[in-house]
Every structure is written in structure tokens, then in C-alpha cells.
């Protein structure tokens, strides 16, 4: 079974500080994971994927096979990127995704 | 082509009646899915379509759901004698033919509460 964890509901840093959030999963094949963002009175949009080992707007996430973590990391938070940020998953199928629950950041002045 | 696009944004229905609401993806994703999300959780999946050809039913889909997508363009979701769980965001996806590796981009959804 496919599994994504995000055990913090919410986050809350300075503006400047590093802001890590994290995510684990379960799945026995080879996942192809994911990080969604959504801006406040905005969609759901592809923030990152493992695949494509990219930084978008200054954030990066290393999948780590043996710890079962995709966790997101900035080292320097701005005040815009708060938002709801979900990790997800995909499988096999190659078509679903598989999303935690969630998790709020909020970047403080 | 504006993007995912969802009609209506905001659906209030009594028990017991039945609601539809439209999804138009961006023309050349040929893979369009749908998904739903209550207060505090995820997107969960509940079906997706390749073209016209609905492949894979979650079974959160009950038997009062029913999704079509006919041209292999719009898609419809139907819920018939919906019930006050049914309450919940509804969104839908699209993405590039091939793999949803490519991302899934997302219309704004329909929010429906039954009272």
C-alpha cells in the first residue's frame, strides 16, 4: 500500500530562517515523488519532482531511499512562501497520486 | 487556453438531490483525473480518464458516483442522492499524454455542501 506522511500540520518560522518540511512515504516499488504548493485563494500547483532534481524558487528536496523521505528544504524563507504544501506520490500506475495531509507554512516577518 | 477549468465553483444542494459538475482540461493533456478533498486532508483520488476511456475507479467512488468524459474533452461527475459526506472540494486534474511524472496541473474545483 502507498503511503505519504507529513507529520507536521503546521510550520511556522521567521522570514530568513530555513524551513524544512518534511515527508515520508511507504511503497515498495520505486516512487516518483512530488511536492504541490497552494497560495492562498489559488490552485494547486506542481511545485517540484524528485525526477527532475530542480530548484523552484529556491526550494529542493532529495528523495533518500533508505529513510523513505522526500523532505522539502529552503534555507532562506521569504514571507510569500507561505502557503498549504502537499507531498505526494505515484506508483506504479503511473497515473495517481497519492497525497499526505498537508502542511502549513507560514513565514513570519 | 486558460488552464483546468471548473464549472461550478461553488454547488449548495439538499440531501437526496443529485449534483453535476463540469471539468474542461487543457486541450492537449489527454489524461484528465478527478479528485476530491474535505477540510484537513489531501486530494484523494477518485478516477481517472485516457481520452474518452475511464481506466481506473478508486473505490471511495461509491456506486452514486458516476463520471464520463464522452469526446475525450470535458469530463462531468455526477453524484446522485448525495449525502452530507459528499460535502467536499471537488478538483480536477490534467496532465500530458505519457506519464503523470510530467505534473498534473489543477482547476480551482467545485466546492459542494449538502445540507
Known amino acids: 500500500a502507498q503511503r505519504v506522511t507529513q507529520p507536521e500540520k503546521l510550520l511556522s518560522v521567521f522570514k530568513g530562517a530555513p524551513v524544512e518540511l518534511k515527508c515520508n512515504y511507504s511503497?515498495?516499488?520505486?516512487?516518483?515523488l512530488f511536492w504541490y504548493v497552494q497560495y492562498s485563494r489559488q490552485r494547486l500547483q506542481l511545485l517540484l519532482r524528485h525526477i527532475s532534481r530542480e530548484s523552484i524558487k529556491g526550494f529542493t528536496a532529495d528523495l533518500n531511499k533508505g529513510e523513505t523521505s522526500f523532505h522539502l528544504k529552503k534555507p532562506f524563507a521569504q514571507e510569500e512562501d507561505s502557503a498549504m504544501y502537499y507531498c505526494?506520490?505515484?506508483?506504479?500506475?503511473?497515473?495517481?497520486?497519492?497525497f499526505g495531509k498537508g502542511t502549513s507554512l507560514l513565514v513570519t516577518p | 487556453d486558460t488552464g483546468v477549468s471548473q464549472d461550478p465553483r461553488h454547488k449548495i444542494t439538499k440531501r437526496g438531490q443529485n449534483v453535476t459538475f463540469r471539468c474542461d482540461p487543457i486541450?492537449?493533456?489527454?489524461?484528465l483525473y478527478w479528485y476530491r478533498q474535505t477540510l484537513g486532508q489531501g486530494p484523494e483520488f477518485l478516477t481517472y480518464?485516457?481520452?474518452?476511456?475511464?481506466?481506473?475507479k478508486s473505490r471511495l467512488l461509491s456506486d452514486r458516483f458516476s463520471a464520463e468524459r464522452p469526446k475525450g474533452s470535458f469530463s462531468t461527475l455526477e453524484i446522485q442522492r448525495t449525502e452530507q459526506g459528499d460535502s467536499a472540494m471537488y478538483l480536477c486534474a490534467s496532465s500530458l499524454p505519457g506519464h503523470a511524472t510530467a505534473g498534473y496541473t489543477f482547476g480551482s474545483g467545485t466546492r459542494l455542501t449538502v445540507v
Open positions: 511503497y515498495s516499488g520505486s516512487p516518483e
Open positions: 486541450s492537449e493533456h489527454n489524461r
Open positions: 505526494a506520490l505515484t506508483g506504479n500506475s503511473g497515473y495517481a497520486l497519492n
Open positions: 480518464f485516457q481520452n474518452e476511456a475511464q481506466l481506473e
